[in-house]
């Protein structure tokens, strides 16, 4: 039924299609954009789950048209609540500095993370085969994201350094690191107790090193199709509109410089 699907997005589309409990007696050839949206607004406050839940309502009429159960496709008239977009946070300069100056494997692991944008998983999944000095080759979720060539910025080599020799002949980079190595377990223990100690807000998640990593590249001029490579989006539209965080500073200067002025005096 569910085809190669992971346990996850099974158990994600079963949830999905429980939240349509008020349709499941009604035959499929009855239903209308109305029905849909019904019930996509009585969950407008959970913006991410309604995406899932209006992909499914989509999914499940494109079968049925398929088997000639329909003729339209109607779901895909149904509309999302607007979504405000919230600016992303990143860890300041400050913020970095105190957990490059601490001597823990743990924070080792967020410098490595800082150091690449890379997500927590495809880390903890990295092996030991694919780290290559200045570069890993890893990656997962899209193909754009898969096995791509990352490379190590030059203070985080080190880290990577580290643990390479480590875990020598063990399959994973990080099979020696002794805290938790499941990504959850990390954040929850591990991650979450460094920045207590280090007095870092723990809404900072291990993802906001991807939200740092890609902000700091605009700063630093990276050029855009690197970044989207380096980040393993196949839209650059994703890289910009999610995983940058450009101050005031870098977009006065972006300006300046466009207009041929290459020093900002302020």
């Known amino acids: 039924m569910f085809g190669e ?3 996850a997005a099974q158990k994600s589309h079963e949830n ?3 939240v ?25 406050s959970k913006p991410a789950a309604v995406k899932k839940y209006r992909q499914l309502a989509n999914h499940l009429s494109v079968w049925a048209m398929r088997e000639e159960i329909v003729s339209t496709n109607f ?3 149904v509309r999302l609540p607007s979504e405000e977009k919230k600016e992303k946070i990143i860890f300041t300069d400050d913020e970095i500095a105190r957990i490059e100056s601490d001597d823990s494997e743990t924070a080792r692991i967020v410098c490595m993370l800082l150091s690449t944008g890379m997500r927590i998983g495809e880390l903890f999944s990295l092996r030991l085969a694919d780290y290559h000095g200045e570069y890993v080759i890893g990656g997962s979720k899209t193909e754009a994201g898969k096995n791509r060539v ?5 203070e985080g080599q080190r880290h990577f350094a580290y643990f390479a020799y480590q875990s020598a002949g063990m399959p ?4 020696s690191y002794i805290g938790n190595k499941d990504p959850h377990n990390f954040r929850a223990r591990d991650y979450n107790e460094l920045l ?4 870092i807000d723990q809404a900072k998640t291990p993802h906001t ?5 890609a902000s700091r590249a605009v700063k630093e001029g990276m050029p855009p199709e690197m970044l989207q490579k380096i980040l393993g989006h196949a839209d650059f539209s994703t890289t910009a509109n999610i995983y940058t965080h450009i101050d005031a500073e870098t977009l006065v200067t972006a300006v300046y410089k466009s207009c041929g002025y290459y020093e900002v005096t302020t």
């Open 20 to 44: 349509f409990a008020a349709l499941h007696d009604k035959k499929f050839r009855s239903l209308r954009t109305s029905d849909f949206q019904a019930v996509i607004d009585e969950n407008r």
């Open 196 to 199: 207590k100690r280090l007095g």
């Open 172 to 175: 994973r980079l990080l099979d």
């Open 209 to 213: 090193t991807r939200h740092t990593y």
């Open 5 to 7: 699907l992971t346990p």
């Open 75 to 77: 779901a895909q008239f």
């Open 16 to 18: 999905s299609y429980n």
């Open 150 to 154: 990352i490379p190590i910025r030059p």
